[in-house]
Protein backbone atom coordinates (compact mmCIF):
# COMPACT_ATOMS: atom_id res chain seq x y z
CA UNK A 1 0.00 0.00 0.00
CA UNK A 2 0.40 3.73 -0.40
CA UNK A 3 1.31 3.89 3.49
CA UNK A 4 1.67 2.58 6.72
CA UNK A 5 -1.77 0.69 7.33
CA UNK A 6 -2.80 0.26 11.49
CA UNK A 7 -5.50 -1.64 12.51
CA UNK A 8 -7.53 -1.15 14.92
CA UNK A 9 -7.53 2.88 15.13
CA UNK A 10 -9.19 2.71 18.63
CA UNK A 11 -9.47 -0.17 20.89
CA UNK A 12 -11.36 -0.23 24.16
CA UNK A 13 -10.74 -3.32 26.40
CA UNK A 14 -11.25 -4.50 29.76
CA UNK A 15 -8.36 -4.98 32.23
CA UNK A 16 -7.06 -8.73 31.88
CA UNK A 17 -8.54 -9.29 28.02
CA UNK A 18 -5.49 -10.02 25.32
CA UNK A 19 -5.55 -7.65 22.46
CA UNK A 20 -3.85 -8.05 18.99
CA UNK A 21 -2.96 -5.05 17.21
CA UNK A 22 -2.20 -5.36 13.65
CA UNK A 23 0.75 -3.33 11.14
CA UNK A 24 0.79 -3.93 7.32
CA UNK A 25 4.32 -1.83 6.57
CA UNK A 26 5.05 -0.45 3.27
CA UNK A 27 5.66 -2.96 0.27
CA UNK A 28 9.13 -3.71 0.09
CA UNK A 29 10.32 -2.21 3.19
CA UNK A 30 11.87 -4.79 5.34
CA UNK A 31 12.51 -3.11 8.56
CA UNK A 32 9.39 -2.64 10.77
CA UNK A 33 8.89 -1.12 14.34
CA UNK A 34 6.51 -1.16 17.05
CA UNK A 35 6.85 1.96 19.62
CA UNK A 36 4.27 3.10 21.91
CA UNK A 37 3.44 6.78 23.31
CA UNK A 38 1.88 7.11 26.34
CA UNK A 39 0.13 10.51 26.68
CA UNK A 40 2.64 13.71 27.18
CA UNK A 41 5.49 11.46 27.20
CA UNK A 42 8.03 10.35 24.08
CA UNK A 43 7.91 7.76 22.13
CA UNK A 44 8.88 4.02 23.72
CA UNK A 45 10.75 1.65 21.28
CA UNK A 46 9.14 -1.77 21.61
CA UNK A 47 10.21 -4.34 19.11
CA UNK A 48 11.78 -4.31 15.43
CA UNK A 49 11.99 -6.69 13.22
CA UNK A 50 14.65 -6.80 10.01
CA UNK A 51 13.97 -8.87 7.09
CA UNK A 52 14.12 -12.43 8.19
CA UNK A 53 16.21 -11.88 11.22
CA UNK A 54 15.29 -12.90 14.92
CA UNK A 55 13.57 -9.76 15.75
CA UNK A 56 14.90 -7.33 18.63
CA UNK A 57 12.52 -7.53 21.60
CA UNK A 58 15.04 -5.59 24.19
CA UNK A 59 11.83 -2.64 24.21
CA UNK A 60 9.20 -4.93 25.43
CA UNK A 61 8.14 -3.80 29.02
CA UNK A 62 6.62 -7.44 30.00
CA UNK A 63 6.49 -10.95 28.82
CA UNK A 64 2.70 -10.06 28.43
CA UNK A 65 3.98 -8.39 24.85
CA UNK A 66 4.82 -10.61 22.23
CA UNK A 67 4.82 -9.61 18.14
CA UNK A 68 5.09 -11.98 15.36
CA UNK A 69 5.27 -10.98 11.84
CA UNK A 70 4.50 -12.78 9.13
CA UNK A 71 6.00 -13.56 5.60
CA UNK A 72 8.17 -10.62 6.11
CA UNK A 73 4.87 -8.25 5.89
CA UNK A 74 1.87 -8.11 8.09
CA UNK A 75 2.84 -7.50 11.79
CA UNK A 76 1.00 -8.29 14.93
CA UNK A 77 1.58 -7.12 18.55
CA UNK A 78 -0.40 -9.04 21.00
CA UNK A 79 -0.79 -7.55 24.63
CA UNK A 80 -2.19 -10.35 27.04
CA UNK A 81 -3.81 -9.90 30.49
CA UNK A 82 -3.91 -6.25 29.72
CA UNK A 83 -3.28 -3.26 32.26
CA UNK A 84 -4.51 0.22 33.04
CA UNK A 85 -0.72 1.22 32.31
CA UNK A 86 -0.80 -0.35 28.61
CA UNK A 87 -3.34 2.23 27.85
CA UNK A 88 -1.06 4.24 25.16
CA UNK A 89 -0.55 4.76 21.48
CA UNK A 90 0.91 2.32 19.88
CA UNK A 91 2.77 3.08 16.34
CA UNK A 92 3.82 0.98 14.34
CA UNK A 93 6.97 2.20 11.36
CA UNK A 94 8.45 1.14 8.72
CA UNK A 95 11.73 1.91 6.25
CA UNK A 96 13.30 0.89 3.51
CA UNK A 97 16.77 0.32 5.00
CA UNK A 98 19.07 2.14 7.67
CA UNK A 99 19.96 5.10 5.93
CA UNK A 100 16.08 6.35 5.78
CA UNK A 101 13.84 7.78 8.20
CA UNK A 102 10.75 5.65 9.39
CA UNK A 103 6.92 6.14 7.75
CA UNK A 104 4.78 5.88 10.82
CA UNK A 105 1.25 4.68 10.72
CA UNK A 106 -1.32 6.23 12.19
CA UNK A 107 -1.64 4.26 15.54
CA UNK A 108 -4.12 2.22 17.30
CA UNK A 109 -5.14 4.21 20.21
CA UNK A 110 -5.55 1.43 23.23
CA UNK A 111 -7.88 1.76 26.53
CA UNK A 112 -7.48 -0.54 29.00
CA UNK A 113 -10.43 -0.03 31.46
CA UNK B 1 22.30 11.02 30.99
CA UNK B 2 19.42 10.28 28.73
CA UNK B 3 20.39 9.35 24.89
CA UNK B 4 18.77 11.97 23.06
CA UNK B 5 17.67 15.16 24.91
CA UNK B 6 15.35 18.19 23.96
CA UNK B 7 14.27 21.39 25.67
CA UNK B 8 10.61 20.53 26.29
CA UNK B 9 9.93 23.79 25.49
CA UNK B 10 6.96 25.31 24.91
CA UNK B 11 8.72 27.78 22.86
CA UNK B 12 6.08 30.33 21.72
CA UNK B 13 6.53 32.72 18.93
CA UNK B 14 4.35 35.27 17.05
CA UNK B 15 4.45 34.13 13.13
CA UNK B 16 7.03 35.18 10.92
CA UNK B 17 9.95 34.98 13.71
CA UNK B 18 13.52 32.95 13.72
CA UNK B 19 12.59 29.72 16.16
CA UNK B 20 16.25 27.78 16.60
CA UNK B 21 15.96 23.82 18.24
CA UNK B 22 18.52 22.13 20.29
CA UNK B 23 19.23 18.46 20.86
CA UNK B 24 22.02 16.64 22.45
CA UNK B 25 23.09 12.39 22.11
CA UNK B 26 24.80 10.09 24.33
CA UNK B 27 26.29 8.17 22.25
CA UNK B 28 28.86 9.46 20.04
CA UNK B 29 28.82 5.89 17.26
CA UNK B 30 25.20 7.34 16.33
CA UNK B 31 25.03 7.53 12.71
CA UNK B 32 22.38 9.11 11.11
CA UNK B 33 20.46 11.73 12.23
CA UNK B 34 16.59 13.29 11.42
CA UNK B 35 14.07 15.62 12.93
CA UNK B 36 10.33 14.10 12.47
CA UNK B 37 7.75 16.49 13.84
CA UNK B 38 4.39 15.82 15.62
CA UNK B 39 1.00 17.16 15.68
CA UNK B 40 -1.60 16.89 18.55
CA UNK B 41 -3.07 13.28 18.13
CA UNK B 42 -1.30 12.48 15.44
CA UNK B 43 1.78 9.81 14.72
CA UNK B 44 5.24 11.39 13.90
CA UNK B 45 5.96 13.09 10.02
CA UNK B 46 9.31 13.12 9.03
CA UNK B 47 10.75 16.20 8.73
CA UNK B 48 14.29 15.99 7.30
CA UNK B 49 17.25 14.13 7.49
CA UNK B 50 20.27 15.86 9.05
CA UNK B 51 23.74 16.03 7.23
CA UNK B 52 26.89 16.48 8.40
CA UNK B 53 27.68 19.52 6.22
CA UNK B 54 23.93 20.72 7.33
CA UNK B 55 21.20 20.78 4.99
CA UNK B 56 18.41 23.12 4.34
CA UNK B 57 14.65 23.12 2.71
CA UNK B 58 12.97 25.88 2.32
CA UNK B 59 12.60 27.84 5.27
CA UNK B 60 13.95 24.70 7.38
CA UNK B 61 17.40 24.26 8.57
CA UNK B 62 19.44 21.16 10.12
CA UNK B 63 22.66 21.15 11.39
CA UNK B 64 24.63 18.70 12.98
CA UNK B 65 27.82 18.91 15.39
CA UNK B 66 29.36 15.29 15.72
CA UNK B 67 32.12 16.78 18.27
CA UNK B 68 29.78 18.24 20.33
CA UNK B 69 27.04 15.39 19.64
CA UNK B 70 24.89 18.41 18.94
CA UNK B 71 21.90 18.98 16.36
CA UNK B 72 20.23 21.30 15.76
CA UNK B 73 16.80 22.86 13.48
CA UNK B 74 15.91 26.30 13.09
CA UNK B 75 12.83 27.55 11.49
CA UNK B 76 13.02 31.44 9.46
CA UNK B 77 9.48 33.22 8.97
CA UNK B 78 7.57 30.76 11.28
CA UNK B 79 4.17 29.80 10.01
CA UNK B 80 1.06 29.28 11.78
CA UNK B 81 1.04 25.71 10.50
CA UNK B 82 4.40 25.56 12.00
CA UNK B 83 2.71 25.01 15.37
CA UNK B 84 3.73 21.15 16.40
CA UNK B 85 6.05 19.41 18.27
CA UNK B 86 9.32 18.89 16.74
CA UNK B 87 11.34 15.35 17.58
CA UNK B 88 15.33 14.56 17.70
CA UNK B 89 16.03 11.36 16.47
CA UNK B 90 19.00 9.52 16.24
CA UNK B 91 20.24 6.01 14.84
CA UNK B 92 23.36 3.89 15.15
CA UNK B 93 24.88 1.91 12.61
CA UNK B 94 26.76 -1.33 12.91
CA UNK B 95 24.48 -2.95 15.36
CA UNK B 96 21.70 -5.59 14.61
CA UNK B 97 18.45 -4.70 15.37
CA UNK B 98 18.87 -1.23 16.35
CA UNK B 99 16.17 1.49 16.36
CA UNK B 100 15.92 4.88 15.78
CA UNK B 101 16.02 6.60 19.60
CA UNK B 102 13.13 9.85 19.60
CA UNK B 103 14.00 12.83 22.46
CA UNK B 104 10.65 13.61 24.04
CA UNK B 105 10.32 16.50 22.02
CA UNK B 106 10.07 20.34 21.57
CA UNK B 107 6.61 22.29 21.64
CA UNK B 108 5.99 25.16 19.47
CA UNK B 109 3.45 27.04 19.29
CA UNK B 110 3.37 30.21 16.80
CA UNK B 111 0.46 32.72 17.23
CA UNK B 112 -0.85 35.52 14.72
Known amino acids: GAGVSQSPSNKVTEKGKDVELRCDPISGHTALYWYRQSLGQGLEFLIY????????KSGLPSDRFSAERTGGSVSTLTIQRTQQEDSAVYLC???????????FGSGTRLTVV | RKEVEQDPGPFNVPEGATVAFNCTYS??????FFWYRQDCRKEPKLLMS???SGNEDGRFTAQLNRASQYISLLIRDSKLSDSATYLC?????????????FGKGTTLSVSS
Open chain 2, 89 to 101: VVNLYGQAGTALI
Open chain 1, 49 to 56: FQGNSAPD
Open chain 1, 93 to 103: ASRQDRNYGYT
Open chain 2, 27 to 32: NSASQS
Open chain 2, 50 to 52: VYS
